[in-house]
């Protein structure tokens, strides 16, 4: 059983950074595919990005662009979502989620593993 913990969100200005992070204990991250997701008040949960268990393949969603950038550092077991220039759009519960396959990655449904979120507020 992995258990996913979220944390580095905040309330911020337009224009700033943010490192997101998530740790990851009771399993090892490198055979793990890690996903991002965020869900603002009212809205659906969208897929933001996506770091493949094997060759370190990215992906991103439609609605994210060069701002969002993920990396993993496996010998810390722990996966990052770096977000720069944020907009209020950018305002949402952010998670980060884990499935042992790499296929539907951009599904939320796929997934097996789930943090808490962090939440990220950006005012203008």
Known sequence: QVQLVESGGGS????D??????????GTISTYTLGWF????G?????????????????YGDSVNWRFTVSRD???NTVFLEVDRLKPEDTALYYC???SS?????????????GQGTQVTVSS
């Open 12 to 15: 911020v200005q337009a224009g």
């Open 97 to 99: 989620a884990a499935k």
């Open 74 to 76: 496996n010998a810390k």
């Open 43 to 59: 809205k659906e949960r969208d897929f933001v990005a996506a770091s493949m268990w094997h060759g370190g393949t990215t992906y």
């Open 102 to 114: 790499d296929d539907n990655y951009r599904f939320a449904g796929s997934y097996d593993y789930w």
């Open 38 to 41: 965020r869900q603002a008040p």
């Open 17 to 26: 950074s943010l490192r997101l992070s998530c740790a990851a204990s009771g």
